[in-house]
């Protein structure tokens, strides 16, 4: 169970309609649906009966409410608190990233920010875009370059930067290693090592939107977590890997990136980088941050 669940239940117990809930958060009905969903499955009763013609709560429903609306009440409450005592303290620029964006976009950004702001601290922090974006809410972050997730919450500001190319990281020593570009048919028989989608789901997506998109299916070999591991599993002969190309930065022995041949598919397989900050704070580091990462961007998106 999580904040997120419990919005969903709330924006939807309020209205009665899954629909006009959606769209008060800003999302797809069939996620606020999936999320509700989760909640039930997770609580073990049905919180909603509906039917083709009417939503309502049921007993537990009822009963639950105001409990939920406590709960997310008293998360907005650590929240302020969190941010009131970070206001009170030596302000330094905290900024979470992704692993592909600490690998490729921090380094590029660094040396410009440092020659318009001497002497600003930053202070890097590298984890998953479910970690970070907390972190943002609970103010010990103050600003976050990560994958969108599809319930944003309305407490955070999402700016999409640019699309991240995708690549093929696989041994030198392999059959395709010689070519200048890779199509997903060449992959078909392959062994993949793709993310765990529970934690990064739009990385796992994009690897089985493209085979789908192919009209494949991805043979899936070895789930791994971190980009590093994966590179390093792909050296082992474990298997191939498709990453964002910001990946090769990590330069591994033994492994090449390929980029993927165009096609309608590659080209509708996207995977975004967004950078995020917590709604209606005010931070003159943050834009000034901002400001620089404006002033590089075009630069950026053409290594992404």
Do not use: C
């Given at each position: 169970m999580n904040i997120t669940q419990l919005k969903c239940f709330l924006a939807a117990a309020?209205?009665?309609?899954?629909?006009?809930?959606?769209?008060?958060?800003?999302?797809?009905?069939?996620?606020?649906?999936?999320h509700v969903k989760q909640l039930e499955d997770h609580l073990g009763v049905a919180l909603f009966q509906r039917t083709t013609r009417a939503v309502a709560l049921t007993e537990a429903g009822t009963r639950v409410l105001e409990d939920a609306r406590a709960l997310i009440a008293?998360?907005?409450?650590?929240?302020?608190?969190?941010?009131?005592?970070r206001s009170a303290e030596p302000h330094?620029?905290?900024v979470g990233a992704i692993d592909s964006a600490a690998a490729g976009l921090i380094p590029q950004i660094l040396q410009p920010l440092h020659e318009a702001?001497?002497?600003?601290?930053?202070?890097?922090?590298?984890?998953?875009?479910?970690?970070?974006?907390?972190?943002?809410?609970s103010g010990s972050l103050d600003i976050a370059f990560c994958r969108p997730p599809d319930v944003r919450d309305p407490k955070l500001v999402f700016r999409?930067?640019?699309?991240?190319?995708?690549?093929?990281?696989?041994?030198?020593?392999?059959?395709?290693?010689?070519?200048?570009?890779?199509?997903?048919a060449d992959l078909a028989e392959e062994p993949l090592i793709v993310p765990d989608r529970r934690s990064r789901p739009h990385s796992?997506?994009?690897?089985?939107?493209?085979f789908l998109g192919a009209g494949l299916t991805a043979r899936v070999a070895q789930i791994a977590e971190e980009k590093q591991t994966i590179v390093n599993l792909v050296a082992a002969g474990t298997g191939l890997a498709i990453v964002p190309r910001w990946t090769a930065r990590l330069r591994v022995e033994g492994v090449r990136f390929l980029?993927?041949?165009?096609?309608?598919?590659?080209?509708?397989?996207?995977?975004?980088?967004?950078?995020?900050?917590?709604?209606?704070?005010?931070?003159?580091?943050?834009?000034?941050?901002?400001?620089?990462?404006?002033?590089?961007?075009?630069?950026?998106?053409?290594?992404?």
């Open positions: 309020e209205v009665l309609h899954f629909g006009r809930a959606a769209q008060s958060l800003d999302i797809l009905p069939a996620t606020l649906g999936r008293q998360a907005e409450t650590l929240e302020e608190k969190a941010r009131a005592v330094v620029l905290r702001r001497p002497g600003l601290e930053i202070q890097i922090i590298e984890q998953k875009t479910i970690y970070l974006l907390p972190k943002l809410l999409t930067l640019f699309y991240e190319t995708a690549v093929v990281a696989l041994p030198k020593s392999h059959p395709l290693a010689g070519r200048d570009s890779i199509e997903i796992h997506d994009l690897t089985m939107s493209l980029p993927l041949a165009k096609t309608d598919a590659t080209s509708q397989a996207k995977l975004i980088l967004a950078a995020a900050w917590a709604r209606g704070t005010r931070d003159p580091l943050r834009d000034d941050f901002l400001h620089v990462l404006n002033l590089q961007l075009e630069a950026l998106e053409a290594s992404a």
